[in-house]
Protein backbone atom coordinates (compact mmCIF):
# COMPACT_ATOMS: atom_id res chain seq x y z
CA UNK A 1 0.00 0.00 0.00
CA UNK A 2 1.11 3.49 -0.76
CA UNK A 3 1.87 6.32 1.86
CA UNK A 4 -1.42 8.33 2.13
CA UNK A 5 -3.51 5.06 2.21
CA UNK A 6 -1.54 3.86 4.89
CA UNK A 7 -1.70 7.00 6.75
CA UNK A 8 -5.65 6.77 5.89
CA UNK A 9 -6.00 3.37 7.77
CA UNK A 10 -4.24 4.04 10.73
CA UNK A 11 -7.03 6.33 11.18
CA UNK A 12 -6.13 9.45 10.42
CA UNK A 13 -7.33 11.65 7.36
CA UNK A 14 -5.26 12.83 4.17
CA UNK A 15 -4.89 16.30 5.78
CA UNK A 16 -3.94 15.34 9.34
CA UNK A 17 -0.10 16.15 10.16
CA UNK A 18 1.35 13.84 12.07
CA UNK A 19 4.73 15.96 13.36
CA UNK A 20 7.33 12.84 13.34
CA UNK A 21 7.12 11.94 9.64
CA UNK A 22 7.21 15.71 9.48
CA UNK A 23 10.40 15.72 11.32
CA UNK A 24 11.70 12.50 10.04
CA UNK A 25 11.23 13.96 6.39
CA UNK A 26 13.05 16.72 6.85
CA UNK A 27 15.56 15.26 9.08
CA UNK A 28 15.98 13.00 6.24
CA UNK A 29 15.61 15.60 3.17
CA UNK A 30 18.24 17.60 5.57
CA UNK A 31 20.70 14.46 5.04
CA UNK A 32 20.47 13.91 1.77
CA UNK A 33 20.97 17.60 1.00
CA UNK A 34 24.22 17.64 2.79
CA UNK A 35 25.13 14.53 1.27
CA UNK A 36 24.47 15.97 -2.48
CA UNK A 37 26.43 19.24 -1.03
CA UNK A 38 29.34 17.77 -0.08
CA UNK A 39 30.09 14.58 -2.58
CA UNK A 40 27.85 15.12 -5.99
CA UNK A 41 27.04 19.02 -7.03
CA UNK A 42 30.80 19.60 -6.50
CA UNK A 43 31.30 16.97 -8.48
CA UNK A 44 28.46 17.83 -10.94
CA UNK A 45 29.83 21.77 -11.32
CA UNK A 46 32.46 20.90 -11.98
CA UNK A 47 31.79 18.35 -14.91
CA UNK A 48 29.37 21.00 -16.06
CA UNK A 49 32.30 23.85 -15.93
CA UNK A 50 34.59 21.31 -17.59
CA UNK A 51 31.46 20.97 -20.46
CA UNK A 52 31.54 24.24 -20.90
CA UNK A 53 34.64 24.88 -21.07
CA UNK A 54 35.34 22.61 -24.05
CA UNK A 55 32.09 24.00 -25.38
CA UNK A 56 34.32 27.82 -25.29
CA UNK A 57 37.27 26.11 -26.48
CA UNK A 58 35.80 24.46 -29.56
CA UNK A 59 33.59 28.02 -30.65
CA UNK A 60 37.06 29.68 -30.07
CA UNK A 61 38.92 27.16 -32.53
CA UNK A 62 36.30 27.29 -35.05
CA UNK A 63 36.37 30.77 -34.90
CA UNK A 64 39.80 30.87 -35.78
CA UNK A 65 39.56 27.73 -38.16
CA UNK A 66 37.10 30.03 -40.12
CA UNK A 67 38.95 33.14 -40.01
CA UNK A 68 42.37 31.23 -41.21
CA UNK A 69 40.26 29.42 -43.79
CA UNK A 70 38.80 32.57 -44.95
CA UNK A 71 42.72 34.32 -44.83
CA UNK A 72 43.72 31.24 -46.92
CA UNK A 73 40.97 31.47 -49.72
CA UNK A 74 41.90 35.33 -50.10
CA UNK A 75 45.61 34.13 -50.30
CA UNK A 76 44.62 31.45 -52.79
CA UNK A 77 42.43 33.90 -55.08
CA UNK A 78 45.38 36.40 -54.77
CA UNK A 79 47.71 33.77 -56.04
CA UNK A 80 45.51 32.66 -58.74
CA UNK A 81 44.93 36.19 -60.00
CA UNK A 82 48.60 37.06 -59.82
CA UNK A 83 49.40 33.53 -61.94
CA UNK A 84 46.54 34.66 -64.48
CA UNK A 85 48.32 37.96 -64.81
CA UNK A 86 51.83 36.72 -65.33
CA UNK A 87 50.07 33.71 -67.70
CA UNK A 88 48.67 37.05 -69.77
CA UNK A 89 51.76 38.57 -69.69
CA UNK A 90 53.83 35.70 -70.32
CA UNK A 91 51.44 34.87 -73.35
CA UNK A 92 51.84 38.49 -75.01
CA UNK A 93 55.61 38.00 -74.52
CA UNK A 94 54.93 34.59 -76.32
CA UNK A 95 52.93 36.26 -79.21
CA UNK A 96 55.02 38.96 -79.30
CA UNK A 97 58.05 37.59 -80.04
CA UNK A 98 56.45 34.53 -82.47
CA UNK A 99 55.01 37.80 -84.72
CA UNK A 100 58.58 39.09 -84.57
CA UNK A 101 60.31 35.82 -85.04
CA UNK A 102 57.57 35.87 -88.37
CA UNK A 103 58.07 39.12 -89.56
CA UNK A 104 61.81 38.54 -89.25
CA UNK A 105 61.17 35.38 -91.22
CA UNK A 106 59.10 36.64 -93.92
CA UNK A 107 61.70 39.65 -94.33
CA UNK A 108 64.60 37.12 -94.72
CA UNK A 109 62.65 35.04 -97.14
CA UNK A 110 61.89 38.40 -98.65
CA UNK A 111 65.58 39.22 -99.18
CA UNK A 112 66.59 35.97 -100.09
CA UNK A 113 64.07 35.76 -103.28
CA UNK A 114 65.30 39.27 -103.81
CA UNK A 115 69.00 37.92 -104.25
CA UNK A 116 68.06 34.86 -105.97
CA UNK A 117 65.97 37.17 -108.79
CA UNK A 118 68.96 39.35 -109.00
CA UNK A 119 71.44 36.11 -109.27
CA UNK A 120 68.96 34.76 -111.74
CA UNK A 121 68.97 38.22 -113.56
CA UNK A 122 72.55 38.25 -113.68
CA UNK A 123 73.31 34.77 -115.00
CA UNK A 124 70.52 35.33 -117.53
CA UNK A 125 72.21 38.61 -118.83
CA UNK A 126 75.95 35.99 -118.48
CA UNK A 127 74.12 33.40 -120.59
CA UNK A 128 72.30 36.09 -122.83
CA UNK A 129 76.24 37.51 -123.42
CA UNK A 130 77.80 34.55 -123.84
CA UNK A 131 74.86 33.28 -126.20
CA UNK A 132 75.65 36.71 -128.41
CA UNK A 133 79.45 36.66 -128.13
CA UNK A 134 79.21 32.96 -129.85
CA UNK A 135 76.31 34.03 -132.18
CA UNK A 136 79.12 37.06 -133.13
CA UNK A 137 81.66 34.44 -133.13
CA UNK A 138 79.42 31.87 -135.13
CA UNK A 139 78.23 34.45 -137.64
CA UNK A 140 81.76 36.61 -138.07
CA UNK A 141 83.00 32.78 -139.09
CA UNK A 142 79.67 32.05 -141.12
CA UNK A 143 79.85 35.39 -142.98
CA UNK A 144 82.74 35.09 -145.17
CA UNK A 145 81.99 31.60 -146.34
CA UNK A 146 78.57 32.65 -147.38
CA UNK A 147 79.57 36.07 -148.75
CA UNK A 148 82.73 34.11 -150.62
CA UNK A 149 80.57 31.60 -152.08
CA UNK A 150 78.05 33.61 -153.13
CA UNK A 151 80.36 36.35 -154.64
CA UNK A 152 82.71 33.12 -155.70
CA UNK A 153 86.02 34.15 -154.37
CA UNK A 154 88.24 34.46 -151.49
CA UNK A 155 88.96 37.51 -149.87
CA UNK A 156 91.30 38.28 -147.83
CA UNK A 157 92.01 38.15 -144.01
CA UNK A 158 91.46 41.81 -143.19
CA UNK A 159 88.85 42.52 -145.92
CA UNK A 160 87.21 39.34 -144.14
CA UNK A 161 87.62 41.27 -140.70
CA UNK A 162 85.97 44.42 -142.01
CA UNK A 163 82.88 42.68 -143.37
CA UNK A 164 82.32 40.23 -140.22
CA UNK A 165 82.66 43.47 -138.04
CA UNK A 166 80.13 45.33 -139.91
CA UNK A 167 77.67 42.08 -140.23
CA UNK A 168 77.98 41.65 -136.55
CA UNK A 169 77.60 45.25 -135.93
CA UNK A 170 74.35 45.35 -138.16
CA UNK A 171 72.91 42.31 -136.66
CA UNK A 172 73.52 43.66 -133.02
CA UNK A 173 71.64 46.90 -134.06
CA UNK A 174 68.99 45.06 -135.66
CA UNK A 175 69.00 42.87 -132.95
CA UNK A 176 69.39 45.40 -130.17
CA UNK A 177 66.43 48.17 -131.72
CA UNK A 178 63.29 45.37 -131.63
Request: glycine share 4%.
Amino acid sequence: MSWPLLAAAEGGGLTDINVTTALLTWATFGVTYLVLRKLAWPQLLARLEAREQRIVEGLRRADEADAKARELMARRQQVLDEARKEAQQFLGAARSAAEQQVTELLRAAQQELTEVRERAKEQVRREEAEALETLKLTAATLAPLVSSRLIRRELCSDEHRRLAGELIDDLAASRFAS
